[in-house]
């Protein structure tokens, strides 16, 4: 069914006429309308052969310098700077995000700037956490584990694309050729970032497979390609049901796979807080929620208060904000009638709507701010049913008798990418404070204090994870460098290996003076 | 069924009556009988318990200084030596394992020492990988995970013991109570050390239920208590088929699960090397195969040759060696039994056999010492088969044409534990050993250069683990601290949280000097 005027896949390469059961297209959320350009839905022989490339790639990369691969993510970065124009258009287009200050001076900077991070980490060598134990000749490091499959979500166009986001970057460093799965919802902005990638690959001599795309598979080509023998590893990141289908495959293959699946951020405002900067706080959350129209993983989506005048005085002041407020334009058809979905059946289960809810716009991508209210009494009584995640601009307030009850509501919480605590500035609640703290520390992947968890810094002391089922793995982040890139790596040691046989960053003397070696229990920059 | 003279387990600090439906008895292998003891098989009303009680250890854990945790694997270290005499016969009667060196020599002796080193990392804290962003304001680290259930092997009555032994040290040194699963073929040793570990967990006041200990649960129950929603993690150690069908339950509900199941530890030897060294050779390889009568993960259960004098004369030696030497005793009838079986199917493969094969000894758990030989071209043609493991004092020849089909046939390799390879200490052969460990190196845990697999050192730069099939994860090891304290654990980001709400181990100024933290990018032992 693949034709001339539909957009070819990168394998090996070569930009080539998809092998494809049928073609697809985006939306401009803006119009609703659908875009111009034909994607194509790849068949199995398309991951095949990706596969075979991508195999090939892996055994060549292990003998490439890590310096070779550090300047492709530079050069990269550097490229989608120059090409920020045309990203940008392209990234509007298909998600109806702000052009400006969100895609191109927010999310691209932060794209190149993770990039740089992960090409100065993959310099550095210091992700490999290099161990030596001088007296039982054993010295180990992370390496390289073969292809990865990156499936991005699809509220970061840039940030989180399969082309060019975290994942990507993190498996990149680590030594591994990348299968993109671009998102359905701006295959032509990923187009765009792949072309810019094969050009940094072919200027910096990286192995052509190194990055490869395809648009779209059946569910089944998904699962297989995850499973698949020649697979090393799969990032994820978007719905949970999806997430775990590729979940239950790859795990069956013992294949490892990290996903980052869904989540409700949790934040709990103490009255004491309310009553010292109540109108602080209410700007702060309508900002965090109404920002990006709420489509971000760590967009709180539960409000959790103590029942009396500051809630209450709270609750209406952002109910009037939201209500006021031009509700954003969402993602796609598909977000606008998921939020409608999640809306009706958080009502469902007894939550009041406040302001809000309804059937979404019909002319955009588009639905109501949206505030619902419940009591600590029903959340109780339903824990699962209120933990529904609402993805977009719409958050759940949860109205607790007092702090038992509270941190009883908490302790029934799934896990969570990130929980917050907002408490009075001269710690007259400390012990209530300290009560929440302990119920909700380890149900979050990231606990903040007076602070919405919108941004998600890349810090190395950054954890975008989560037990699960935020993610699949408590231990592990997608954001941050050193720690995402140690999920794409196996441990190897080497027992007696001889001295010149050893990987370079494990031999005695060092090449570079930057990276941090433990050397008999020691961490140190030298040589031994 | 249970009645007063079968053992109680032990559940919230107490030794109590189980909730069972039928006994159970160890065989003492050396004469093929059932041992007195009557041990219970739980019924769930104990796992239950087991769960309820660790939840509340956990969260009781979580305010105990890290050092008492530490005191507490020191006393229990102190006393398995103090107790050797009664662990030592325990063990020899229901394992069959040498009492001196194996078990009082060599085994409790590194069992303690790897409780002292569990306890010296739990004490400084370094495996938990602090980690502080100042200009960010974000720092993280690996915190405990909650109640841990450890399912231990028949091979290592102390050193995998669930109740003792590596993954135990490093569930509680990071911070989580332990419900050890004890491996049927050992109770009453693991009782003994139950015992122990009560009674220091008494001396040091930690929770009671900190240790808690269960004998056996049908299958059903064990899946049920390792995907229960109380429950943090699992460390497996055992049989593959077991280990896979507690994965397939834990996977799905999304928790993590670290296996240890198969390995066939392959040994490449060139031919330069037996030329040069031949009979040092046999020596290294048959003492290795026959030690514990070849019951360990790493046995050499697979060696890799190249056709010719040296492979011949190599094999001939061996055989005869084999042949001469009185086959030691197996741990128990299955483990006899699965081994006549594994030597069946390779011989049903093809392989020729040697020597030995055939039926199990009767009047004790033993197997004639077996070698069994194919070649390169037979086990190209079916790899998987030929990698069956035989668990024992066998091994099988692979004969190769050349160093290509030798290479060909490493990369039909499942993942495995270890990898060696001997070549001419001259350097003439090379080449030959960079084709061999390129393709070697990705399939295994640990590659060893010259050196048998079986020592496994308790090293921080040691892998005890391997790409699946070996073990779930590639990125994890259940021998050498820190590494191994860290899949007990969930990394946690304190994101603008108040100073004095931190983890000491997060705080400024650190209360001991010797943790090394990483701030802003550099290791450090210093307050910030």
Redesign the interface.
């Known amino acids: 069914m693949s034709s001339s005027s539909t957009c070819p896949v990168l394998i090996a390469g070569e930009w080539r006429e998809a092998a494809s059961i049928a073609t697809f297209q985006a939306t401009d959320p803006n119009r609703r309308q659908l875009l111009a350009p034909l994607f194509p839905v790849s068949t199995w022989e398309d991951c095949d052969a990706a596969l075979d490339a991508a195999t090939s790639a892996a055994r060549e990369l292990?003998t490439v310098p890590r310096g070779k691969i550090a300047d492709f993510l530079d050069r990269y970065a550097d490229r989608l700077e120059a090409a920020k124009d045309a990203l940008v258009e392209a990234a509007f287009a298909e998600t109806g995000l702000a052009r400006s200050p969100r895609l191109g001076d927010v999310e691209l900077p932060r794209t190149s700037n993770q990039l740089r991070a992960a090409a100065a980490e993959c310099r550095s060598g210091n992700w490999a956490m290099a161990?030596?134990?001088t007296k039982?000749g054993?010295?180990?490091c992370?390496?390289s584990?073969?292809p990865v499959c990156v499936f991005g979500p699809n509220n970061f166009p840039f940030a989180f694309n399969s082309v060019a986001g975290g994942d990507f970057a993190a498996a990149i460093a680590a030594g591994n050729p990348v299968i993109a799965k671009a998102n359905s919802s701006h295959p032509e902005t990923t187009r765009l970032l792949a072309e810019q990638a094969t050009e940094a690959v072919k200027e910096t001599g990286l192995p052509p497979a190194t990055v490869q795309l395809i648009y779209r598979t059946s569910h089944e080509d998904g699962a297989r390609l995850v499973s698949d023998p020649r697979n090393g590893a799969t990032g994820y990141t978007g719905s949970r049901a999806a997430g775990l289908a590729l979940?239950?495959i790859a795990?069956?293959?013992?294949?490892?796979i990290y996903l980052e699946l869904s989540s409700v951020n949790p934040v709990v405002i103490t009255p004491a807080a309310l009553k010292e900067r109540g109108n602080d706080l209410v700007d702060e959350f309508v900002t965090s929620v109404l920002m990006g129209t709420g489509q971000f993983c760590t967009n709180p989506g539960m409000v959790m208060l103590i029942e009396g005048e500051p809630a209450n005085s709270f609750i209406d002041a952002v109910k009037d904000r939201f209500a006021a407020a031009e509700p954003g334009t969402l993602l796609s058809p598909a977000v606008s009638s998921s939020l409608s979905n999640s809306v009706k059946a958080l009502c469902g289960f007894g939550a009041k709507l406040l302001t809000g809810g309804g059937e979404p716009v019909a002319d955009r991508c588009a639905y109501a701010n949206t505030l619902l209210r419940t009591d600590g009494d029903a959340f109780l009584r339903n824990p699962e049913g209120f933990q529904t995640e609402a993805f977009g601009n719409a958050s759940l307030m949860v109205v607790c008798k007092n702090f038992d009850q509270l941190a009883a509501a908490i302790s029934m919480l799934e896990?969570n990418l990130?929980g917050c605590v907002y408490s009075s500035s001269d710690g007259s609640d400390e012990d209530a404070?300290?009560q929440v703290?302990?119920e909700l520390?380890?149900k979050?992947?990231?606990?903040?204090?007076?602070?919405m968890?919108t941004g998600v810094?890349v810090?190395?002391?950054?954890?975008h994870?989560g037990?699960?089922?935020a993610t699949?793995?408590?231990?592990?982040?997608s954001v941050g460098v050193p720690?995402s890139l140690?999920?794409f790596?196996?441990?190897?040691?080497?027992?007696?290996?001889?001295p010149h046989?050893l990987p370079e960053l494990l031999q005695d003397k060092k090449s570079t003076e930057k990276t941090?070696r433990?050397i008999d229990?020691?961490?140190?920059h030298a040589s031994l």
């Open positions: 292990r161990t030596i134990d039982a054993i010295r180990s992370f390496e584990l073969g979940k239950a795990d069956k293959a013992g294949k490892p896990g990130t404070y300290q703290a302990f520390t380890p979050v992947g990231r606990l903040l204090n007076d602070k968890p810094a810090s190395p002391a950054m954890n994870g037990p699960y089922p699949g793995h408590p231990g592990f982040t720690a140690v999920r790596a196996k441990l190897t040691s080497y027992d007696n290996v001889r046989r941090w433990n229990g020691n961490w140190t």
